[in-house]
RNA sequence: GGGUCGGUGGCGGAGUGGUCAAUCGCAGCUGACUGUAAAUCAGCCGAUUUCGGUCUACGGGGGUUCGAAUCCCUCCCGGCCCA
């Protein structure tokens, strides 16, 4: 399923091969939670490159419902995107719906108990349930439901989150292959599925989840929860040891990560793949990252490491108003190449939607080209 | 010309004797955003300041009062009605 063909130090390059096509890593995928990339169309995303997207169990579950996707016939058909589709558990949303507000619901050892943000109602997401879904959706590569806990919990109760992790990965990786028999499903036709690492700072715990997962045996290992400790800081002893524990034949997923610093410092540490709201959510609220003219083809990994090889602009300050030249003279999107700062940021102030799709295109336009530099420094490295 | 209602910070618009440098909305300024409850959220938004204050302020002027954006007089300006 995963092929090394590449290292540059501990960083790394393969070929991934999902039943929807084959994957070169590192790779980047933007969130597509409910189905879309908010603000961008499918023209739009393989416009600026895009190729795999991540979609959410339960966000769709909720809307538009499991049933209404598979009558679409699954949820390639149903987005009309080709390219491989990975599944989030809803995990994630176990941390931001539940941890950071009790309220929303109730997390057991047996299932997660969601209340809805909709309309309050109560949905029960279990391992099993979650894994399911993932089949019905029809996506490409799916991710074990795992807890996710804040990394200002304590130590110990990031052990129980880790140990409801473990648990509930057995019970996932048993569902699978359950699926995988009741659909009839061909070796080369089923899904990739993910276990995610817990742990929170803790390397103890990362290790001794790592293991438990391993273990199971999945195709691929997350690392789960922020990378970042309390003070901000990147974590890069945790991040780092943690891609160690990793089996090199197995893929090696952050979730949720990262700014481009932090995608290149996990490409660094060993890697695989990425997805992240960043580009999208910051070019809908008007930051934009921009590529430093004076950065010419250097490494981005290694000693040599290009540190602040972009930086970022808001495009809503006032100083932008009369700023007549190009968002990112480097760039070749849609944006770049037709308009000027000051007219961006009048789409911005007259909030047309148009703002926020020119800004989240070119921001994963910015995400797409830095992928494709960090594969070639990799490639061309030995 | 007569009557009447009104003039509050960039705009709209509260307040109608003290706790008002003045609710709130918009605009403006600045942040934040990491497996998306986010086209969201937070802070600032009279002038100065050693950040504790100090000063000038609710159309202009005058007055009543311990105290006025709030009450009285007068002037200026605007809306409406009547001639």
Request: glycine share 8%; charged share 25%; net charge positive.
């Amino acid at each position: 399923m995963f092929k090394l063909t590449a290292k540059k130090n501990t960083a790394r390059s393969g070929q991934v091969k999902t039943k929807n096509g084959v994957l070169s890593t590192p790779f980047f995928m933007p969130d597509a939670t409910r189905g879309f990339v908010k603000s961008l169309d499918c023209d739009d995303l393989s416009g600026v490159g895009v190729s795999p997207v991540v979609v959410n169990t339960y966000h769709l579950y909720l809307q538009p419902g499991t049933e209404l996707v598979k009558k679409a016939g699954g949820i390639h058909e149903f987005m009309n995107w080709h390219a491989p589709l990975l599944s989030d558990s809803g995990g994630y949303q176990v941390f931001s719906l539940i941890h950071k507000n009790p309220e929303m619901g109730k997390i057991t050892d047996e299932a997660v108990i969601f209340k809805s943000p909709l309309d309050g109602s109560k949905h029960i997401i279990s391992p099993e349930k979650s894994i399911q879904i993932q089949f019905d959706l029809g996506v490409d590569m799916m991710v074990v439901l795992d807890d996710v806990p804040p990394n200002t919990y304590t130590k110990e109760k990031i052990k129980d989150a880790v140990e409801r992790t473990v648990l509930w990965a057995g019970r996932c990786k048993v569902e699978y292959e359950k699926q995988l028999k009741m659909r009839k499903i061909a070796a080369s036709k089923r899904p990739l599925i993910f276990g995610v690492i817990q742990g929170g700072g803790y390397a103890d715990l990362r290790k001794y989840c790592a293991e438990k997962l391993v273990e199971i045996g999945f195709d691929g290992y997350g690392f789960g929860a922020r990378h970042i400790d309390a003070d901000g800081n990147f974590m890069e002893d945790v991040v780092r040891e943690t891609a160690k524990l990793i089996p090199e034949n197995a893929l090696r997923f952050a979730l949720g990560v990262g700014t481009p610093a932090d995608i290149v410092k996990f490409v660094e540490c060993g890697w695989d793949m990425f997805d992240c709201v960043i580009p999208t959510r910051e070019g809908r609220h008007g930051r934009l990252f921009l590529r430093k003219s004076t950065s010419p083809p250097t490494p981005l990994l290694g000693k040599e490491r290009v540190v602040d090889f972009y930086e970022t602009m808001n495009i809503n300050n006032g100083k932008f108003r009369e700023d007549f030249s190009p968002i990112d003279v480097a760039c070749d999107c849609q944006l770049c190449k037709n308009y000027s700062r000051s007219y961006l940021h009048h789409l911005f102030a007259m909030k047309d939607p148009i703002a926020m799709r020119l800004a989240a295109m070119h921001n994963l336009k910015f995400y797409m080209d830095l992928m494709e530099k960090l594969r070639e420094e990799i490639i061309n490295c030995k």
